[in-house]
């Protein structure tokens, strides 16, 4: 507890008291905490670890990669227009029996 006091600059008693009593730091620490930790906020907050998530590769992802650098907007409109197709695909795999 001193340990990690001294990393995030707080008086080992503040740790203590977050540690035995359950209650939460002040905002402003959690985020020295959690990298004084190794984990993310989230983690020290108890959420579940997020999982990562795997990028397409080849063509796709660079398609995918330039997309994300373009405004949110225009990502929309490009995704609506994957889900379709992706959608219609599928449909028609069902009528092909695939």
């Not at 993310?40 to 650098?69: H, N, Y």
């Not at 225009?74 to 695939?98: D, W």
Request: glycine fraction near 8%.
């Amino acid at each position: 507890m001193r340990e990690l006091a001294r990393r995030i600059g707080e008086d080992h008693s503040n740790v203590r008291y977050w540690e035995t009593s359950g209650n939460l730091p002040r905002s402003d620490v959690l985020i020295p905490m959690a990298k004084a930790l190794g984990v993310s906020v989230e983690q020290l907050l108890g959420e579940a670890k997020p999982k990562l998530m795997r990028a397409p590769k080849g063509k796709i992802g660079e398609v995918f990669e330039s997309v994300t650098r373009l405004p949110r907007r225009q990502q929309q409109k490009i995704a609506e227009v994957v889900k379709a197709l992706v959608a219609q695909h599928g449909q028609e795999a069902k009528q092909n029996g695939n």
